[in-house]
């Protein structure tokens, strides 16, 4: 089967940081970009990072940037998102799933995985 699963999820301060992983089984990351996303209660599901495996750009969304970094272990086709300085308005479940390129819209990725909870409190 080909599947996502992301993992490293947790209750952290606000300030704090942790690491989330999205393993890929079935398949490889090669010529394929993976996003992480996220979903807050009554919001919408939200573009977070994604990278072009084929060539490492990194997006990050302009609410991220400069706190989350996204990087790729190729050996272990594992992706992960370091997320630094968290912010209570981080709280939401993270998603990961894979596209053909870092493309803007959720409808562009295939393969979301069940979600890791991250909860920041301040």
């Known amino acids: 089967d080909v599947q996502l699963q992301a993992s490293g999820g947790g209750l952290v301060q606000a300030g704090g940081s942790l690491r989330l992983s999205c393993t890929a089984s079935?398949?490889?990351?090669?010529?394929?970009?993976v996003g992480w996303f996220r979903q807050a209660p009554g919001r919408e599901r939200e573009g977070v990072s994604c990278?072009?495996?084929?060539?490492?750009?990194?997006i990050n969304r302009d609410p991220v940037k400069g706190r989350f970094t996204i990087s790729i272990d190729n050996a272990k086709n594992v992706v992960f998102l370091q997320m630094s300085s968290l912010k209570p308005v981080d709280t939401a479940v993270y998603y990961c799933?894979?596209?053909?390129?870092?493309?803007?819209?959720?409808?562009?990725?295939?393969?979301w995985g069940q979600g890791t909870q991250v909860t920041v409190s301040s």
């Open positions: 799933a894979v596209g053909s390129d870092c493309s803007g819209r959720l409808r562009d990725y295939s393969n």
């Open positions: 079935g398949f490889t990351l090669d010529d394929h970009a």
């Open positions: 990278i072009s495996i084929s060539d490492g750009t990194t």
